[in-house]
């Protein structure tokens, strides 16, 4: 069973569905599993009203993109909802002694994967909801995997080959 959520841009609030849509800042603690994250744009390529299409070679940048607000993630998510795309996040913790080797991996796993997946860093200062939301909780840093909105995978820590095993599962 999926977890829904919806993100609503004018009133910058989040919705969870649970037989009806609800306001998220309710006090209860949502799945972490099976997530799948919606905007008015993604919404209709999610459920098919719109069919999803292969990215263009040149969609990736081949660099590690680091999102600074709800506008820019939110940019970056509807653009990649239309594209049978994968979408890595990195959620780090910006004192954390490992964000530079998470740094280096992530550039060289953007190059080698350059149009078909795009690599965002997330400072989880910024973006506390959706880390939780994810299943982020204090290891750091978290690696999220989605694709056509949904959660397809996620690791947990510095784990080079178990994190380039999952990207591979999700782009077969």
Known sequence: MNSYYYYLEDSRQWFWWSGGW????DGRRYPAVNIVILTEVSFD???GRKPLTEPPQDSSP????????MEEWQSRWDNSAR?????VYAFYDKNSTLSK???KLLEKLAKQYKGKADFCKLDVD???FLAGLCGVE???PTFVLFKTCKQVGKVV???DDELERSIERALN
């Open 157 to 159: 820590g510095l784990k």
């Open 22 to 25: 609800r306001k998220t800042n």
């Open 45 to 47: 390529y999610v459920f």
């Open 83 to 87: 594209y049978n795309k994968l979408l």
């Open 101 to 103: 080797a998470m740094d």
């Open 62 to 69: 081949g660099t590690v993109i680091s999102i600074k607000d």
């Open 126 to 128: 910024n973006f506390e």
């Open 138 to 140: 204090g290891a750091y």
